[in-house]
């Protein structure tokens, strides 16, 4: 029996396994590149010193830590095959994880807001989205964020496991770690989607709210090149928030059934939001947005 835990991961489907050592160390890569040229690009650009950027460059920072929390272990792990995390290890990955997760819930909502502003208040946007306000709401986000995750990690950790140290996971995540307790979990799961409505469901509010005055002001612009421009800026942060939210809530969905097929699609879900998103988000960016191809062509 280790110290710490297990991370059992995909132990059960070795052949998948190595195929996935392969492809998230690629797509780690990738998310590593991506996300630093944005942070490089919106501070080295001066046409990239807005509002829009200045969040952009919140997100591809988080989404740095947000891999690095979780994938350099499960590298470690497949190769190794030693799959053991310390007591302390999986206390401070579950809370970073979930920190950053939180964190990015709230930021996704405070940039929806932003294109809200962009497009239904263009002449007061300047006056509206100053500089300390951005900084205030970005303050906001990442306290909330991590105040959250306290709690949790707290409770979480807090319960009696018996014994129990098998994470049915590659990473230490609340549904996982609830799991193992040889107690009634049913105030922390209450706890748990408590926190989902606060941190999940009212910014996916906020953000639906932010859509729909958007699309009012949007089907409003005369000119088809104006109304393209606004659905090209808005489109892909709707595209982010959609992968995002879509594979994040639907990642509390194994907590109930225990059966093995529930258990690995729990785990597949798990990688796309904690992997492919993050790597994904610089791409959606760059590739449907005018000012960051400008700058990368400016800087080559």
């Known amino acids: 029996r280790p110290n710490g835990f297990v991370l059992v991961g995909f132990?059960?489907?070795p052949r998948l396994e190595m195929v996935l050592f392969v492809a998230v160390s690629a797509f780690y890569i990738m998310t590593l590149l991506g996300n630093s040229a944005i942070i490089f690009l919106s501070r080295l650009d001066p046409r990239l010193h807005t509002p829009m950027y200045f969040f952009l460059a919140n997100l591809s920072f988080l989404d740095l830590c947000y891999t690095?929390?979780?994938?350099?272990?499960m590298l470690v792990n497949i190769q190794s095959h030693q799959r053991n995390i310390s007591y302390t290890g999986c206390i401070a990955q579950l809370f970073i994880f979930l920190g950053l997760g939180s964190t990015e819930c709230i930021l996704l909502s405070v940039m929806a807001f932003d294109r809200y502003v962009a497009i239904c208040q263009p002449l007061h946007y300047t006056v509206i989205m100053h500089s300390r306000l951005c900084q205030q709401m970005a303050a906001v986000a990442w306290g909330t964020g991590f105040s959250?995750?306290?709690v949790q990690t707290v409770l979480t950790f807090l319960l009696p496991r018996c014994g129990q140290y098998r994470v049915e996971n590659f990473f230490c995540e609340v549904p996982a770690m609830?799991?193992?307790s040889c107690v009634d979990t049913w105030t922390n799961e209450v706890e748990m989607y408590a926190a989902v409505v606060i941190i999940k469901v009212i910014p996916v509010g906020l953000i639906l709210f932010s859509y729909i005055n958007i699309?009012?002001?949007?089907?409003g612009i005369?000119?088809?090149e104006g109304r393209k421009k606004a659905f090209n800026t808005c489109g892909s942060h709707l595209l982010v928030v959609i992968m995002f939210y879509g594979s994040a809530i639907s990642g509390y969905?194994?907590?109930a059934p225990k059966s093995n097929s529930a258990e690995l699609k729990g785990k597949l879900l798990a990688l796309f939001y904690g992997l492919v998103t993050p790597m994904l988000n610089p791409l959606i960016y760059t590739l449907r947005n005018r000012d960051v191809?400008?700058?990368v062509k400016k800087l080559l």
């Open 222 to 224: 005369q000119s088809p």
């Open 253 to 255: 969905a194994y907590m």
């Open 148 to 150: 959250n995750s306290l």
């Open 293 to 295: 191809k400008g700058a």
């Open 215 to 219: 699309v009012r002001a949007v089907v």
């Open 11 to 13: 132990s059960e489907w």
């Open 68 to 73: 690095t929390s979780t994938v350099p272990q």
């Open 178 to 180: 609830l799991q193992l």
